[in-house]
């Protein structure tokens, strides 16, 4: 069954409000660049432009690679986070604003009734996701689709899409759907199946406005509500009950 054929019975969950983030650790990976990696290409191609700009005597050409390498180095930045340290929390896995908490039921993965939170990341927020729980990588699965507006209620169902199977603590299974949106168009995974992760890792990054979506299963108790903005990595999302 591909993941475009999903099937979603959702009703609401009451929402709850946002944990405590007193005990807070350092970015749980290895130091980064503070631009992604897909970035440079871009902020590069921004570089010629002022160069040939300025060689050629062509002032709009080097307004347009200035402009063009500012966007891109502040679209691609890759900020480190202060990772929650207190155990049984679930964090966030992007930035961005919530826009869905319901329950679900998921039989793609055989999670059955679930928890979502869905984030909506427009074009200004950090893209990239990091993981929400300490665990392994079970499982992972592209499905091609469309790029309709991320926001959209059927975005989960249609949009293209990169799925990410956990398995935290106690054998629970956390599922992280990364939705392209309408201006993106490519999905990158950093992670493979079996690797070992930490609370708060990078995982990936969508290019362009996006969605992510995560699955909690009936024991994650939910403390963000609709209209809440959220850090990757270090805003709380829930915490297991």
């Known amino acids: 069954m591909s993941l475009a054929k999903w099937s979603f019975a959702s009703k609401g969950v009451p929402p709850g409000e946002p944990g405590n983030q007193e005990k807070m650790a350092p970015s749980a990976d290895k130091k980064h660049s503070p631009i992604a990696t897909p970035g440079y290409p871009l902020i590069l191609a921004g570089v010629v432009l002022i160069f040939l700009g300025v060689i050629g005597g062509w002032p709009y050409l080097t307004v347009l690679g200035l402009l063009g390498s500012g966007f891109f180095a502040y679209f691609f930045r890759d900020p480190e986070r202060e990772i929650p340290s207190e155990p049984g929390l679930v964090v966030s896995p992007a930035d961005g604003k919530v826009v869905r908490v319901d329950e679900v039921e998921e039989p793609e993965f055989r999670l059955?009734?679930?928890?979502?939170?869905?984030?909506?990341?427009?074009?200004?927020?950090?893209?990239?996701?990091?993981?929400?729980?300490?665990?392994?990588?079970?499982?992972?699965?592209?499905?091609?689709?469309?790029?309709?507006?991320?926001?959209?209620p059927d975005a989960a169902n249609r949009n293209e899409q990169q799925a990410l199977m956990l398995e935290s603590e106690a054998e629970r299974r956390v599922l992280v759907v990364q939705i392209a949106g309408i201006l993106a168009r490519r999905i990158i995974p950093y992670v493979k199946p079996g690797q070992e992760l930490a609370r708060g890792e990078r995982v990936g990054m969508i290019c362009f406005g996006s969605r992510v979506d995560l699955y909690l299963p009936p024991d994650g108790v939910i403390q963000v509500k609709v209209g809440d903005r959220l850090k990757a990595g270090s805003s709380i999302i829930g915490r297991w009950a």
């Open 112 to 152: 059955g009734p679930a928890r979502r939170v869905a984030i909506f990341m427009n074009i200004f927020d950090v893209h990239v996701n990091r993981s929400p729980v300490a665990g392994v990588v079970k499982e992972m699965r592209h499905q091609a689709g469309e790029y309709k507006a991320a926001f959209r």
